[in-house]
């Protein structure tokens, strides 16, 4: 997928390019459009995780296209307002080590139907997740003209990003489980042929994508430099900070690691239909906000 954006973000800027040789008789600058990506320099997201060993990093690129107006223009000083859309691409990877926890397992957790209590150790889990956002901003800019060809803006945006899911690309990881039977006077079952107990390795085959990420909000800060490369045509580079305000994704998918928690929210669990299942750990984010600082690159067509 995100060759693909990229590979038409890449051809659109070639359309650019030619209609801007087309149009550059009848240029006035009053609308642009403009295509943009805008590449992470930092971890995209502020995280907290519920579980307690842990060390994550994750990235963000927006690549989008831009509607501008410029309603005020005087002594070389402008004021656009501008909305649009963007695309996101993010990745998430996530290593947890030296975690136990246990539950209640069901019925539909043994092989002969006994009900027990399952203790797992989680030696590693590592996994890498990544997800496509859509984003609609709109935002102010202002900008000064100190040269015939070059000028300096800076803008501030209102952005408000939905859909996408993470879904799991990699991962691997080494557990140990046993059962405690307490029907059977506490029998301790251990046997790797029974349940997968015992040491047991995992990969990505097993792993569940993520949940759906929520709505989001933040505000952008950005300046940089625009240069017109000729008649209608600019290109700009600059830099943005993005500060999210509301989660993108909210750990409602698993608990906290310890003794009891539930069946559906333990980061691996196993049924005999299914065999042992790991959840997506960003189901694990208490917090995920945006806290980005970016490149932006532009190409504007002025009509």
């Known amino acids: 997928m995100k060759k693909i954006i990229i590979a ?36 995209a997201y502020a995280t907290k995780l519920l579980l307690p060993a842990r060390e994550t990093s994750n990235h963000l690129n927006d690549y989008g296209i831009e509607f501008m107006w410029t309603f005020w223009n005087r002594d070389g000083h402008s004021l656009k307002a501008g909305t649009g859309f963007a695309l996101g691409v993010a990745s998430f990877s996530t290593n947890l080590e030296g975690a136990s926890y246990s539950y209640m397992a069901g019925p539909s957790s043994d092989m002969d139907g006994n009900t027990y209590i399952r203790y797992t150790d989680i030696e590693f889990l590592q996994q890498k997740s990544h997800m496509v956002r859509m984003s609609v901003p709109v935002y102010l800019r202002y900008e000064y003209s100190f040269h015939k060809r070059w000028s300096v803006y800076g803008m501030a945006e209102l952005k408000i990003g939905f859909g996408g899911n993470p879904s799991v690309i990699s991962g691997q990881g080494n557990i140990e489980s046993y059962g405690i039977y307490p029907d059977y006077d506490d029998l ?16 990505k085959k097993q792993m ?41 994704l909210k750990g409602e998918g698993m608990e906290l690691i310890g003794d009891n928690i539930s069946e559906e929210k333990a980061p691996v669990a196993y049924t005999v239909e299914e065999g042992l299942k790991c959840r997506s750990l960003t189901d694990a984010f208490e917090k995920c906000r945006l806290n980005r600082l970016g490149l932006d690159i532009g190409l504007e067509l002025r009509f």
Request: hydrophobic share 45%; proline share 1%.
């Open 8 to 43: 038409l973000f890449v051809i659109v800027c070639g359309a650019f390019v030619a209609f801007g040789q087309v149009a550059k008789d009848t240029y006035t600058d009053r609308f642009a459009i403009r295509l943009k990506a805008d590449i992470g320099l930092t971890d």
């Open 188 to 203: 301790k079952m251990d046997d790797e042929w029974l349940n997968c107990f015992g040491a047991q390795q995992l990969s």
């Open 208 to 248: 569940k994508d993520g949940k759906k990420a929520g709505a989001d909000a933040a505000i952008m800060l950005g300046a940089g430099l625009a240069f017109q490369v000729y008649k209608p045509l600019y290109l700009t580079i600059g830099l943005n900070y993005d500060a999210g305000f509301t989660n993108i």
